[in-house]
Structure formats: C-alpha cells, structure tokens
C-alpha cells in the first residue's frame, strides 16, 4: 500500500463527519453524528480471499453510519479512493456491493473518490447482461478534478481543505517548485485561519506535508516557514497509520512466527523472543516502505522509536544508500 493510500485512509477516519456533510448538504438531517460511527475495514478485507488481497493497490473504506431514521438505525458507507485508471474498478465497486449487502443486509451508498489527472476517467456504474438477465448498478462520484476551487477555498468544511491539498498535489508537475511551496504555505494558512478543532487541524496538516510532496530543500524551507507560521512543529500523526498497515503486512507474511510458536508453547522465553523479532521485522518493514516512500533518516527514527544508527544499520544491511 502506498504512502497516498495510507493517508487517504487515515483522513477519511479523522474526519469522516466532515466527509459527509462535503457529500450531502441536509447530513445534519440525515444522520446522527452523536452516536459516533464504526469503521469495518478488517470484516471488508475478510470478504475477499488473501490471494485477491495481496494484489489490492487502492483505498477501500467501509463504515457503520447512524441513521436518524429509527426504522433505518444504522446504514453502511462503502468509500473507494481510486487514483488511476482501472478497466476493472466498476465490477469491483459491483462485487463489493453485493458481498457487503450479502453479509450485512443492510442498505449501502457507495462512494468512489477519483484522485487521478485523467480528466474523462470517471466510472459511475456497472452493466451486464446475459439471455434477457440486466443488472446496472450506479454508485456515487466525487471526481476531484471537477471541484469548484473558488467554493473550496471559501469552504467551512474541513473536507473541503483535502480537496484543495489533492488539487495542488495534481498540479504539482505544471507548477514551478517555488510557487507549489508558496501555495503549500497558503493552505497552511488558510487552514488555521479557519479556526477548526486542534485535532481536525492535525489530521489535515499531516496529509497536506504528506500528500504534496516537495524536493528536499524545498521540504526543509517548508518546515521552517512552517514552524514561523505555528511557532511549533505538528507532531506526525501518520506514524501510528504507518505502523499498522506494516505490522498487519509482516503478520500476513507469516514474519511473526516466532512471536505464534512462542504462544503456542506456552513458554514465557519463547514468547519474548518471538515478540521482540516481531516488533523488529516490523520496524524493519516501517523503516523499508518508509525510506522508500520518501522519508527521512530522522523522521524514521521517530516514528519507530529507534535510534538514528538503528534505522541506518537497517537500510544499510537490505541495501539502500543513505
């Protein structure tokens, strides 16, 4: 799973109140944000068989929503972040349907955020039909490319700053470096002059330093322009998002063995042994998928909890240069 995969997961989680009113103008009406809302992603990868999972390469969210409804109760949100062009998105935005409803039955609206720069590629349905049998399943579409950046810009939704930071992301390779920095910074900006919550602020700043990416040295003028603006540094929320999906990656892959035997056993040793390899080979894959994804040597070491010398020894033994 790619970095962009990772944060898109994480915001639509952080601000997953905010994503809905963006979508749906009465979802004050609609639904009752005080119950709060469940995210189902382990039981949608259970639908799948492994071999289907290990070739997924795109953002898939499904989440438990209250509805104000008492008849209705609850309903379910099955969210797909689709960042290139797929010939077989719309028979899987059609399985996923169908083995969601089949599992939970339960009423569902689908949703497919296309973060691409293919300004045609827009997929909204699926058709078949075979000796008089038709199926058309439509879903809903949230094309980025298609967003009114005037009414993000004058937006009060904290969504609506995600929209902005994917669009400057999508232009970044028409821009000039120095002018991506200098809207960068007026996102910054315009974020904190809105005056959300600490937490929402947090959450959008890690996918904006994140999702619009910048050349080394731009990178540290941001930071430092950065720390002037806020007179602090955000601490990196995405660190705990990075950890997971690896520990879950390494489980998969049957690295963890020594941590299994050790608990089949019983032993208190062997468990120990097999925690510590554990928590190592994930850390291994943290600092691996990360220094490969762009991050840096310090920035590695906070997010793992290990000394900058560890983090080289790491990168150094699987043959990356630093």
């Known amino acids: 799973m790619s970095k962009n995969d990772i944060l898109w997961k994480g915001i639509i ?46 953002v898939d969210k499904l989440v438990k929503v209250y509805h104000r409804d008492k008849e209705e109760q609850w309903l379910l949100f099955h969210i797909e972040v689709q960042g290139y062009n797929d010939p077989h998105f719309r028979e899987r935005m059609f399985t ?41 399943y439509q879903f809903n579409t949230l094309k980025i490319l298609d967003q009114d950046q005037e009414k993000l810009n004058n937006s009060n939704n904290p969504f609506a700053v995600v929209i902005l930071a994917t669009l400057l992301a999508l232009k970044r390779r028409q821009e000039d470096e120095s002018n991506v920095l200098k809207l960068k910074l007026g996102l910054v900006r315009s974020l904190i002059s809105k005056g959300f919550a600490k937490d929402k602020i947090r959450a959008i700043m890690n996918f904006l330093r994140f999702y619009v990416r910048l050349n080394n040295d731009t990178d540290v003028l941001f930071e430092k322009k950065l720390e002037e603006i806020t007179g602090n540094t955000y601490p990196m929320g995405i660190e705990e998002l990075i950890l997971e999906q690896e520990r ?13 035997k050790g608990e089949k056993r019983g032993e208190k040793r062997g468990e120990k042994r097999g925690e510590k390899r554990g928590e190592l080979k994930g850390k291994t894959e943290v600092v691996l998928a990360g220094y490969d994804n762009g991050l840096s040597v310090g920035l590695l070491s906070n997010i793992t909890n290990m000394p900058e010398s560890n983090v080289v020894k790491i990168l150094k033994e699987n043959g990356r240069k630093c």
Do not use: C, M, V
């Open 248 to 260: 879950k990656k390494a489980e998969k892959k049957g690295e963890l063995r020594g941590e299994k």
């Open 13 to 58: 989680e952080d601000l997953i109140d905010d994503f809905l009113r963006f979508l749906y103008i009465e979802a004050e009406e609609i639904f009752d944000f005080s119950r709060g809302f469940e995210f189902l992603d382990k039981e949608l990868e259970d639908l799948f068989p492994e071999k289907d999972q290990e070739n997924i390469r795109y």
């Open 96 to 136: 996923y349907y169908y083995r969601i409803k089949d599992k939970y039955q339960r009423n569902i609206s689908a949703w497919a955020i296309f973060t691409d720069n293919h300004k045609g590629y827009k997929p909204d349905h699926y058709e078949d039909s075979f000796l008089g049998t038709r199926i058309n």
